[in-house]
């Protein structure tokens, strides 16, 4: 992506008064483009923009500028305007509903999540794609940065708290907006676009074949166990009642189930994640980015994302309760005299609704471990269903494949519980 792309964005935006009325340019310099290698499904450019206003005082913005893809058979794989429409909804619209719902009462600026202010958004699609363009704060000036951990997937106790209570108080927007005023929330979050799913049920990359995607973890659990025992009849059931149909398996727990369902984030995970840091080094807040996959359902599917992406079996194991606990503390302090699920429904919305991380991340858990190969999707686009399978089970080898078993054992404990 060019310096003259962004520009012309720039220019799109003071005629269209995204740095107030009869602002004037005076000057645009890119910082330097920073695509992760995570990032898949956008061009991102740091750019620092100065104008004037109409009295003459000079401003100085740092900007975010996110383009789609540049090859057109990659924005029809990723769902690049679908995305992209998601994006500017939340912003423009969802978002400036919910906060409003948010400020009415007694309630301080604490209870808010975090968010980044947003300056532009334009989705012209088909021939005029590569110009589309979302605009955002470049939110390192409010001293928000990475997390800063020693390992690339885990974040440490402290993050993850932090985190979780970024989620709860975004969540809560939701139940306060449909307790304010609940036929106007649901018009705004029925506009939201699904990105997972093709026009033939063909999920991600993979098509059909999330029992598949699982069989490789599966295997592992049986030679770890050995055969016999309620472990056997646990994956048997998990087998025969969710893998048969995966896909179905997967939609079913994809669909909101009131009252509970709230928008969620969609791909809560560190990846999209920025902290900001206390004088002492210890993280103070999260705040969540890339709301190109929002979507309508349970808190369990950002629940369960999060905390099947960014936790280990030893975390998971020795903190899964209190993590749990600190996300229902923060949403019930923050939601007042609006009703929220407790710790004992969220635990019931988990194991109805944990599905999706588990999915998920079998699918991105590889990709993230992979150190070897570098990873191209663009290579996935002439590929069949099962050689795009045969190569994301390769992905990561068997450090990859011991992950995933760890959460699909996790949530056969935590699905077949005895309760």
Known sequence: MTTTASAAAVAEMIENGAFGPDSRFVSFALDGQHTERDQFASSVLYGTVAVEDRDCQHQIHRLVFKFKHPMPEMRDLIKNDKQFHNE????????????????????????????????????????????????????????????????????????????????????????????????????????????????????????????????????????????????????????????????????????????????????????????????????????????????????????????YMNTDRRTREDHWDALLDAYCETLNTVAGDVPVPDRSRLDVEIREHAFYGLAHGAFFLRIMLEEQKPIDPLEFIEMSNDKVLEILLSFGGELATEWVADIVQHYLDTSYAKT
């Open 88 to 307: 500017i909804l939340f912003y423009e619209r969802i978002a400036p509903f919910l906060l409003g719902c948010s400020s009415q009462g007694d309630r301080d600026d604490s209870a808010t999540p975090s968010l980044c202010r947003y300056f532009y958004g334009r989705n012209d699609c088909s021939d005029l794609a590569p110009r589309d363009v979302i605009v955002l704060e470049n939110e390192s000036d409010r001293g928000y940065r990475s997390a800063v951990t020693e390992h690339r997937l885990c974040l440490d106790f402290e993050h993850l708290i932090v985190a979780l209570r970024s989620l709860a108080k975004f969540h809560s927007l939701s139940y306060r907006a449909k307790h304010v005023d609940r036929i106007k929330f649901m018009d705004l979050v029925v506009k939201v676009k699904d990105t997972q799913f093709d026009d033939d049920g063909q999920w991600l990359v993979i098509g059909r074949r999330i029992e598949d995607l699982l069989s490789l973890a599966l295997d592992t659990l049986k030679v770890r166990r050995g055969n016999g025992g309620e472990d056997d009849q646990r994956e048997q059931r998990f087998r025969t009642e969710l893998l048969a149909d995966g896909i179905k398996t997967l939609k079913r727990v994809m669909e909101p189930v009131e009252p509970l369902s709230v928008l969620c984030h969609g791909d809560f995970n560190r990846n999209n994640l920025l902290f900001r840091y206390d004088d002492g080094g210890r993280p103070v807040d999260a705040l969540a980015y890339d709301m190109a996959t929002v979507r309508y359902g349970s808190p369990a599917l950002d629940l369960s994302f999060f905390l």
